[in-house]
């Protein structure tokens, strides 16, 4: 069974240009869960999406947008980059329809430079 | 909303040695609590986990331990090898996993 692909594997991109990052889910996974990963920060939860719908989000400004299709694979975009945004950027699928808690499967991630 | 904190930020062990990373977490309702690997370079798996209807749980050299009075949970590597090198991550979703709150990782070096 396919893992959790996220395209793509690295990205440059300059100050102001906007970008964005793909995650097909494991087959068969609804949630999908999108989140930021600095060397000071750790693992900062961006949004979460499940049947189509954003049912969390954390606090990262408007910048930060996504959205999930009918097949469950899901897109992050993010506008007006600034150099702060450079980062790796992970998504997770998970089966949970929530209430219970699974095991997130994350997938390699987009590795995001902004110069 | 969750707030989970983690220590400590880096720990080395002799081989052979124990390792104790410990989180802690806001909000009593969570009843999940997941320990997740990230080698170097590599995704973060997950490793174990606990729910809370149990004190403890145990997968050959790797346990976990959750007392939800004090609201705080531990994971325990014993005879540490090398290859246990890595940044390990404890998280707490919300009630409804619709939202995960990752502690800000340990790094663990094992020295041979």
């Known amino acids: 069974k396919a893992g959790v692909t996220q395209t793509p594997r690295y990205l440059i991109k300059t100050r102001g240009q906007q970008v964005t990052l793909s995650c097909s889910p494991i087959s068969g996974h609804r949630s999908v869960s999108w989140y930021q990963q600095t060397p000071g920060q750790g693992l900062q939860f961006l949004f979460e999406?499940?049947?189509?719908?954003?049912?969390n989000k954390g606090n990262f400004p408007g910048r930060f947008s996504g959205r999930q299709f009918s097949n469950s694979r899901s897109e992050m975009n993010v506008s007006t980059l600034e150099l702060g945004d450079s980062a790796l950027y992970l998504c997770a699928s998970s089966f949970s329809s929530g209430g219970e808690g699974t095991e997130a499967f994350f997938g390699q991630g987009t590795r995001l430079t902004v110069v | 909303g969750e707030n989970v904190e983690q220590h400590p930020s880096t720990l080395s062990v002799q081989e052979g040695d124990s390792a104790v990373i410990k989180c802690t977490y806001s909000d009593s309702a969570s009843n999940y609590f997941p320990w997740y690997k990230q080698e170097l370079g590599k995704r973060p798996q997950l490793i174990i986990d606990i729910r809370s209807n149990v004190g403890e749980k145990k997968d050959q050299r790797i346990a976990v331990t959750l007392n939800k009075t004090a609201k705080h949970f531990s994971l325990h590597i014993t005879e540490t090898q090398p290859e246990d090198s890595a940044v390990y991550f404890c998280a707490a979703p919300s009630p409804g996993y619709q939202k995960v709150t990752f502690g800000t990782g340990t790094k663990l070096q094992v020295i041979p």
């Open positions: 999406y499940f049947s189509e719908t954003q049912r």
